[in-house]
């Protein structure tokens, strides 16, 4: 049975840093990503890694200050957040697809996480 399993999340001054993780088990995977989604709001596709953890794409929002990495031997998902902001408050969830590419649309992945809820305090 393929579960995945996000932690980290928590409460953090505007300009602080959070690591989450995402514990997979299961099976692996070829494409893992983050997605967040903000109170009201859809959720929106973070950034995504390939199996080796190269070629990371990230949303605009993302780009220079957030790093997604993967221990395959661990069978772990990172994301590392720095300078965060309010705008970056929202449940964060870690995606797995089955294929060998995905985009940033979250019928891209099959397989979800809970979540784990990231605050960031102005």
């Known amino acids: 049975q393929v579960q995945l399993a996000e932690s980290g999340g928590g409460l953090v001054q505007a300009g602080g840093s959070l690591r989450l993780s995402c514990a997979v088990s299961?099976?692996?995977?070829?494409?893992m990503g983050w997605f967040r989604q903000a109170p009201g709001e859809e959720r929106e596709w973070v950034g995504r890694v390939n199996w080796s953890g190269g070629s990371p794409a990230y949303a605009d929002s993302a780009e220079g200050r957030f790093v997604i990495s993967r221990d395959n031997a661990k069978n772990m998902l990172y994301l590392q957040m720095n300078s965060l902001k309010p705008e970056d408050t929202a449940v964060y969830y870690c995606?797995?697809?089955?294929?060998?590419?995905?985009?940033?649309?979250?019928?891209?992945?099959?397989?979800w996480g809970q979540g784990t809820q990231v605050t960031v305090s102005s």
């Open positions: 299961g099976r692996s995977f070829q494409i």
């Open positions: 995606a797995a697809s089955t294929e060998f590419w995905a985009d940033d649309r979250s019928d891209s992945y099959a397989y």
